[in-house]
C-alpha cells in the first residue's frame, strides 16, 4: 500500500487558511487555492545501460482571487506564509490590472464545499521501488527486444505522483493524491546496406496505478514482439493507398478518441479562450443535443472515475467532485455534452460546470481539461474477428504513430506503429509506411463496426498539451476495436515520391 | 525566482562542499514570468509566478544519480544531496560514463535587460488595449497572449566549472478573426525591452489579415508554388535542425544515415542558399551560452550554403566516437537573402501564402517527411498579386525536397516564440516552387 500522504498536511491547511482569509480581507468575493508536491521520477535506459535516472519534487502553491469581478493568480514554488501572503498581493493586483480590459464581471457558480480525502488505490508505491530494480526492469526490456531482431531499444518508466490540498472561500478542503506510471519503449531495426531503419513502439499504456501495473503489464514480452516486427517492418511492403475500410485496434483508436472528440468538445475552445494557440472546434453552441457526431454506434463518456484512469480523481482542480464529470458526451451519434470548467456553463446557458478542470502543477493556473473520455463497447457480441469478416479490402491499425489536427478539430492524419492488409474478411500480410486522412464528423459517421468489451482497451497519454503558458495534462481513453467504412489511407512514400 | 550569479556560486559552493560523490554536478534554474490572455479583446486569464529549481547529480563509481528540489532550504538540499548519492550507488556501471565537465569558456549571450523584471500585469494589461483598438479599428475581434518574465539557468561542478545564463524577454502574439468567425490572422513578436514592443504595430498586422469578408476559396490539393512568411519557415526550419543528432546518424536511425556506415557529414542535402547557424552572439536570435550538460554553445553552422556542417552530440556519444560534443540548441537562425516577401509575391503567377502553421509533426522521419497545417492568414496569389483568402490545407511535405530547391529567400527576422520554450528562432521569407498539400481543412 501506498503510504500516508508526503505532504505536511498541518502546514498546508494553515497556509490556505492564511491565504483564503487575506483574499477575504483585500476583498475577494471568491478565491481558491492549491497547495501540494508534484514527485516525478524518470528512469531512461538506452541499450545496455542505464542512461538517466532523475527524481524530481516540486513544491508550491496556485491562488486564484475573483476581485471586482476579475480574475488574478499568483503562484510560487515556496510553501511558507511569506510567499502565500506575497501571491495574495499580486493576485489582487493582477485583477485588478485585468480589469482594465475585461468587457464584463466574471460569473462563477458555487460547488457544494466539501471536506474530504482521497487517495488513488495502488499495491506498490512506485516511488518506493528501488533505482536498482528499475534498471533492472528497463535493461530487461531493452535486451527482450534487441534478442528478438531489434538492433537498438531504448526504455523509460516514468512514476509520478500528485499530493494536492484544495481549498476556497466556500469552505471547501480537499485532500487528494494520485500515483501514474508510464512504462514505454521504442524498438529499432536497421538495414546498414540500405540506409533504412524502422521502428516499433511500445503498445502498452501508462496507468494511473503503482509499480504493480509496470510488472503486470507485459512490457518485456512486447518489447520481444517488437523487436521482431521492427525487422518485419523493414522488408514490408509499403501500402497501396486508396479510399478503403479500416479496422482500428483501440492502442490506435484512444489517440483519434483523444484529439478528434476529447478536444472538440472543450467549452473554453467553443469560447475562444485557446483561439491564439491550442485553437477552437468545428462545434458551436447551438449544435449541443442537436449535431449527429457519429454514427449509432458511437457513445463517448466523460468518466472521471474510470478504474486505471490517468485523469481518475476524486475532485477536479475547481473542486467539483468525480460523479460531475460522468457524463455522456456523444450518445448513439448525438452531440450531448461540453466539458466544463468553473465560469464556463453560464456562457452557453447553463447552470453549471461538469468536472473537468485541471492544473498541471499547483503553481498553474486551472483550466478546463479532459477527464477521461471513452467510447462505450457494443453491448452485442462482436470480436475483432467479426469486424475484420465485414472488410472486402482494407486495412488493420494497431499502435499509435504519426499524429496531427486541426486547430478546430476537424482535418486529422493519424499513423499507426503495424498495419496489415485485410483481403475478403481475413488478416493479411504485414505493409509499411501507412496512415490515414479523415474528416471528423464524416469519419465518426462512417463507424459502421463496433468491438464488445473483449476488445475494450484503455489507452492514454502523460503529455496532453493546451494553454499559454502550455500545461501537460495525463488523460486516459478507453476503446474497443472499431471498423469504419471509405477512409482515405495514404502511403507515406508516395508522399515523398 | 530570479537569483543572482552570486546569490547561485554561493548556494552551489555549499552543496559541493557537503558532497561525499566521486564527483557532482549541480544545475540551478529559476525565475519569474507572467502573462494575460485575452479573447474577443477582452481578458480572460492572468498569471504571475515564481519558481526555482536545484537538481543535484551525484556521481559515484560510474553511475549518475539525479535528484532535484524546488525547495532552498538547507535540509532539502542536504536531503536531495543524499538522495542522488543513494541513487546513483543502486545503480548499474555506465559504459558510457563521463565525469562532469570542468571550466569552460562561454561566449556572451546578450539575452536580458533587467528592466524586464520590473514589469507587472498592468504594463501587460497596456499592451492588450493596444491590440484590441488596433483590431477594433478594422472590425476584428482580437485573441491572443501578452507575457513577460526573466529566467536564469546556471551550472557548477565539483571539477570546477560554473557558469550562470539569464535572459527576459517580454512577448506577445495576436489572433485576429473577422466577426463571423470565418477567417484569421496572425502575428507576434518577442522584444528584450517593453518599451521596444509596439503592440498597435503587432494588432494592426493581425488584424490586417483577418479583416477579409471575402468567401474563403477552396483549392483542389497538390502542388503550389507558395510563400512561407518567416514564422512558417522557422516551424520547419526548426524540425530540421532537431533531426541533426550524431547518435541517430552514426547508428543507422535517421535520414543523415549513409548507407553503409557513419553520419552524411559535409555533403551537400540542400540547396545552397540554406544555412542553419546557432550562436549566442547573434543579433537576432542569440542562443544561451549554457549548453545541455554545460557544454559551451559556440558559433556554429549546423548548415552552410546546403551542406551538414555539425550534429549534436551528447557528451557520451562524443567521448565514444572520439567527436567533438556538441549541445542541442532550441535557438537558430536561418540565413536570408535579398528577395523582399512582396517580390516573391509578384514572382508567382498561381500559388499560396502561408503564414503560419499548426501540428506539425514527422510523419515519415526516415525520409524527413513532415506534416502539418496552414493558420491563421493563408492567402491566394494570383499573377502576381494577394488576392483573396485560401481555406487551410494540411501539408506532407518532405524538408529533404523543400530545402533542396529554394526559389528565393528574404531578410532574415527573429519570428515569435512563447517565453516559457526559451528558444529564439529567426527565419526569413521562402519561397518554393512546390509544396504538396495533401487534403482541406475546414479550420479557421
Known amino acids: ?497 | 525566482m530570479f537569483l543572482s550569479s552570486d546569490d547561485v556560486k554561493a548556494l552551489t559552493d555549499r552543496l559541493l562542499a557537503r558532497s561525499r560523490a566521486d564527483a557532482c554536478a549541480i544545475s540551478v534554474s529559476g525565475g519569474e514570468a507572467q502573462n494575460l490572455r485575452f479573447a474577443r479583446g477582452a481578458a480572460t486569464t492572468n498569471t504571475a509566478a515564481s519558481d526555482v529549481r536545484v537538481r543535484v547529480s551525484s556521481h559515484v563509481g560510474g553511475r549518475v544519480g539525479s535528484v532535484s528540489t524546488t525547495s532552498l532550504d538547507d535540509a532539502a538540499l542536504s536531503a536531495a544531496l543524499a538522495r542522488s548519492e543513494e541513487i546513483a550507488r543502486l545503480l548499474p556501471v555506465d559504459p558510457e560514463y563521463v565525469a562532469p565537465l570542468g571550466p569552460q569558456n562561454y561566449s556572451e549571450s546578450r539575452r536580458y535587460d533587467p528592466s524586464i523584471g520590473e514589469l507587472r500585469l498592468d504594463a501587460l494589461a497596456l499592451k492588450v488595449e493596444a491590440v484590441a483598438k488596433a483590431c477594433a479599428a478594422r472590425g476584428v475581434n482580437a485573441f491572443g497572449c501578452a507575457a513577460s518574465g526573466r529566467r536564469f539557468e546556471a551550472m557548477a561542478t565539483s571539477n570546477g566549472l560554473f557558469a550562470y545564463d539569464p535572459r527576459g524577454e517580454i512577448e506577445l502574439s495576436v489572433t485576429a478573426r473577422n466577426k463571423t468567425d470565418r477567417w484569421s490572422g496572425w502575428a507576434g513578436v518577442n522584444r528584450l525591452a517593453a518599451d521596444a514592443l509596439d503592440a498597435t504595430e503587432v494588432g494592426r498586422r493581425a488584424a490586417e489579415k483577418a479583416a477579409r469578408e471575402d468567401e474563403p476559396v477552396d483549392l483542389k490539393p497538390g502542388d503550389y508554388p507558395v510563400v512561407l512568411e518567416p514564422a512558417a519557415t522557422a516551424e520547419l526550419a526548426s524540425w530540421l535542425i532537431h533531426a541533426l543528432d550524431a547518435r541517430a546518424a552514426d547508428e543507422g536511425r535517421s535520414f543523415f544515415s549513409r548507407p553503409g556506415r557513419g553520419a552524411r557529414q559535409g555533403e551537400l542535402l540542400f540547396d545552397e542558399k540554406l544555412t542553419l547557424r546557432v550562436d549566442p552572439g547573434d543579433g537576432l536570435a542569440p542562443s544561451g551560452a549554457l549548453g545541455y550538460e554545460g557544454v559551451p554553445h559556440r558559433a556554429r553552422d549546423f548548415i552552410a550554403k546546403g551542406a551538414v556542417e555539425s550534429f549534436y552530440r551528447s557528451r557520451a556519444w562524443a567521448q565514444k566516437t572520439d567527436a567533438e560534443a556538441v549541445p542541442h540548441s532550441a535557438s537558430f537562425h536561418m540565413g536570408g537573402g535579398d528577395a523582399s516577401l512582396e517580390e516573391m509575391v509578384r514572382a508567382t503567377k498561381h500559388g499560396v501564402l502561408v503564414t503560419r502553421l499548426w501540428y506539425t509533426n514527422w510523419l515519415d522521419p526516415r525520409e524527413l517527411l513532415l506534416t502539418g497545417l496552414t493558420r491563421d492568414g493563408n492567402f491566394l496569389i494570383e499573377n502576381g498579386r494577394v488576392t483573396r483568402p485560401v481555406r487551410n490545407m494540411r501539408f506532407n511535405e518532405s524538408l529533404a525536397k523543400l530545402f533542396r530547391k529554394i526559389e528565393a529567400l528574404g531578410p532574415s527576422e527573429r519570428v515569435w516564440s512563447a517565453f516559457h520554450e526559451g528558444g529564439a528562432c529567426a527565419a526569413p521569407p521562402l519561397l518554393v516552387e512546390r509544396f504538396s498539400f495533401a487534403s482541406r481543412s475546414s479550420g479557421i
Open chain 1, 1 to 497: 500500500m501506498a503510504k500516508d500522504f508526503s505532504l505536511d498536511r498541518a502546514l498546508v491547511s494553515d497556509l490556505a487558511d492564511l491565504a483564503l482569509k487575506a483574499a477575504a480581507q483585500a476583498g475577494a468575493s471568491y478565491a481558491d487555492i492549491r497547495l501540494g508536491e508534484t514527485r516525478r521520477e524518470r528512469a531512461f535506459a538506452r541499450d545496455d545501460r542505464l542512461e538517466r535516472f532523475d527524481d524530481n519534487l516540486r513544491l508550491g502553491f496556485g491562488l486564484r482571487v475573483l476581485l471586482d469581478g476579475a480574475w488574478g493568480f499568483c503562484a510560487a514554488t515556496r510553501l511558507d506564509r511569506a510567499s502565500v501572503l506575497a501571491a495574495v498581493e499580486r493576485a489582487c493586483a493582477n485583477a485588478r490590472a485585468a480589469r482594465t480590459v475585461q468587457a464584463g464581471a466574471i460569473v462563477v457558480e458555487r460547488h457544494e464545499p466539501r471536506e474530504a480525502l482521497w487517495r488513488m488505490p495502488v499495491e506498490i508505491d512506485p516511488l518506493d521501488v528501488s533505482a536498482a530494480a528499475k534498471a533492472d526492469f528497463l535493461l530487461s526490456v531493452t535486451a527482450a527486444a534487441r534478442d528478438a531482431g531489434a538492433d537498438f531499444c531504448t526504455a523509460w518508466l516514468n512514476c509520478e505522483r500528485e499530493e494536492r490540498l484544495f481549498a476556497n472561500s466556500y469552505g471547501a478542503r480537499l485532500l487528494q493524491s494520485r500515483t501514474r506510471v508510464e512504462p514505454a519503449f521504442e524498438a529499432t531495426a536497421i538495414d546498414r546496406a540500405s540506409g533504412r531503419y524502422a521502428t516499433r513502439e511500445s503498445l502498452i499504456p501508462a496507468r494511473g496505478a503503482g509499480f504493480e501495473y509496470a510488472l503486470a503489464c507485459g512490457l518485456k514480452e512486447d518489447a520481444a514482439r517488437a523487436g521482431a516486427q521492427a525487422r518485419q517492418k523493414l522488408a514490408a511492403k509499403p501500402v497501396t493507398p486508396g479510399v478503403m475500410d479500416v479496422v482500428l485496434d483501440p492502442t490506435n483508436l484512444w489517440l483519434t478518441i483523444h484529439e478528434t472528440v476529447g478536444h472538440s468538445t472543450e467549452l473554453d475552445r467553443v469560447l475562444g479562450w485557446e483561439a491564439n494557440f491550442a485553437g477552437t472546434s468545428f462545434l458551436k453552441p447551438q449544435m449541443r443535443g442537436q449535431l449527429r457526431f457519429g454514427s449509432d454506434l458511437m457513445t463517448i463518456r466523460a468518466e472521471r472515475s474510470r478504474e486505471g484512469g490517468l485523469a481518475t480523481i476524486g475532485f477536479d482542480d475547481d473542486g467539483a467532485p468525480a460523479e460531475a464529470a460522468e457524463f455522456l458526451i456523444v450518445e448513439n451519434g448525438v452531440f450531448k455534452n461540453w466539458q466544463m470548467a468553473l465560469g464556463q456553463a453560464h456562457h452557453v446557458g447553463l447552470s453549471r460546470s461538469n468536472g473537468c478542470a485541471y492544473a498541471d502543477d499547483p503553481t498553474a493556473l486551472p483550466i478546463q481539461r479532459m477527464p477521461n473520455i471513452s467510447l462505450e463497447a457494443n453491448k452485442a457480441p462482436c470480436s475483432l474477428d467479426d469486424l475484420i469478416g465485414g472488410v472486402e479490402q482494407g486495412l488493420y491499425v494497431i499502435g499509435a504513430g504519426s499524429w496531427s489536427i486541426d486547430q478546430q478539430r476537424d482535418n486529422f492524419q493519424f499513423g499507426g506503429q503495424l498495419f496489415y492488409e485485410i483481403r475478403d474478411g481475413r488478416l493479411g500480410e504485414m505493409v509499411q509506411s501507412a496512415a490515414y486522412q479523415g474528416r471528423t464528423l464524416a469519419f465518426w459517421n462512417s463507424l459502421d463496426g463496433l468491438g464488445d468489451e473483449t476488445t475494450f482497451r484503455l489507452g492514454g497519454t502523460f503529455t496532453c498539451g493546451k494553454a499559454e503558458p502550455i500545461q501537460i495534462a495525463p488523460v486516459s481513453h478507453g476503446a474497443p476495436a472499431a471498423r469504419f467504412r471509405g477512409v482515405s489511407v495514404l502511403c507515406t512514400e508516395r508522399e515523398n515520391a
